[in-house]
């Protein structure tokens, strides 16, 4: 064997990053290295599809930390390496070249591969997914030769790819097949108003659209078939409609998953001295009920990746931090705080035609999450509310002129 670390990591995104980073703050010692399929270094993924995408912000701002940072630390960096098999016997892990590294402890962060269309055409020039810095760069290179572009997916990367090229003055058509936007994470309330936002922006939102394939000349995308047979024309195509967590190598040698890995409260899969964490980990989350389910966040994958480093430190940690994500669509930045799914009502704060306003999502009456756009306060408040479970008076919680931690307060 060629190269042995006490901790290797796989995947060299956020949960990785961070996994390492955490080590070293709680003072392991022992060899550290992270092997990562992308050439970069680890960098923020969010940017892709808002100010990276837009142009206004550079790559070097979006690294997690500086290239002196895993220097400094002895973190050994084995980028543009994928690996494609685990021996959980041997504790080695080996590299579509060949290589083969040994560990004492793997941690297994890497995310997911976005879905792709299986329909005709998806695969022509001008058609693309974001998930990657040379996905974005992909697209930006070819943004000048575009006028119009369609975007399959109305989940949040769709529409927020979407706002930028609206923001380019592209002519944009956002497909998505169910009957609303972000319908799988969010209130229908929600829905409509970033559907009515976009339409605002001369966005052409298109509700229940099933696509049939992509129509290509010359190798090129130009246009995007439905299935009632409408053709609309366009020089680029952006798919968003999820990930497929990128977890085969581990499957295939016996880890229990399936969509994802499975992990227990500290992280750890099946095999042993195997730990997940990220997009890429089916754990019980206790803000779901304890349902198994992936969270694809950059709080899931930090703060993941800060219970495994406990772990390996010999401290006693579950896994159990509050989730939050954010969205920025314009001038609206969307927050939001806790998990709402399994919400049986829902309660409006604030006017959302002032574009600032929140929803507050209730399941037996306890506040399970919050969707706050342009609130921040809320959602810093919120919080506690999520935490705490509370059963709180509707009535109130919909009054903008108390602040949500009066309310907590008087709990
Ligand atoms: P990643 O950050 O994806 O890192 C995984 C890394 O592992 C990748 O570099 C991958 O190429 C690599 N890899 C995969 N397989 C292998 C292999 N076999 N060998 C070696 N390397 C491998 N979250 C938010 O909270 N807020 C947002 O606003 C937000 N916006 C987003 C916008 C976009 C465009 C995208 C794509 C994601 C966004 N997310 C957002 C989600 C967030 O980025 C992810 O949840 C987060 O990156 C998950 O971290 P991770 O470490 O699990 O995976």
Known sequence: MAQAYDVVIV????????????????KFEGTIAMIGDE??????????????????????????????????????MLLGQRVTAVDPAAHTVTTEEGA???????????????RTLSCGGHDLAGVHTVRTRADADRMMEELDG????????????????????????????????????????AGEELSRFYEAEHRAHGVDVRLGAKVDCLEGADDKVTGVRLHDGTVLPCEMVIVGIGIIPAVAPLLAVGAEGGNGVKVDAQCRTSLPDVFAIGDCSLHGNGFAD??????ESVQNANDQANVV???????????????????????LRLQTVGLSMGYDQVIERGDPASRSFSLIYLKDGKVIALDCVNATKDYVQGRALVVSGAV?????????SVPLKEIAAGF
């Open 100 to 114: 083969v590294i040994g560990y004492g402890t793997l941690i297994w962060a890497t995310g997911g591969a976005p």
């Open 146 to 185: 575009v006028t119009r572009a369609v975007v399959i997916g109305g989940g949040y990367i769709g529409l927020e790819a979407a706002a930028v090229l609206a923001k380019f003055g592209k002519q944009v058509i956002l497909l998505e097949a169910l009957d609303r936007v972000l319908a799988r994470v």
């Open 309 to 331: 480093a406990k772990t390996i430190m010999g401290a006693d940690v579950a896994y159990d931090a509050v989730p939050w994500f954010w969205s920025n669509q314009y001038d």
């Open 392 to 400: 709180l008076d509707p009535a109130k919680l919909a009054d903008a």
């Open 39 to 76: 050439p970069e270094l680890p960098y923020e993924r969010p940017p892709l599809s808002k100010d990276y995408l837009a142009g206004d912000k550079a790559f070097e701002r979006i690294l997690i930390r500086q290239p002196a940072f895993w220097e400094e630390r002895g973190i050994a």
């Open 11 to 26: 995947g060299a995104g956020h949960g990785g990053a961070q996994a390492a980073i955490a080590l070293r703050q709680t």
């Open 290 to 295: 304890g349902a198994m389910i992936r969270v």
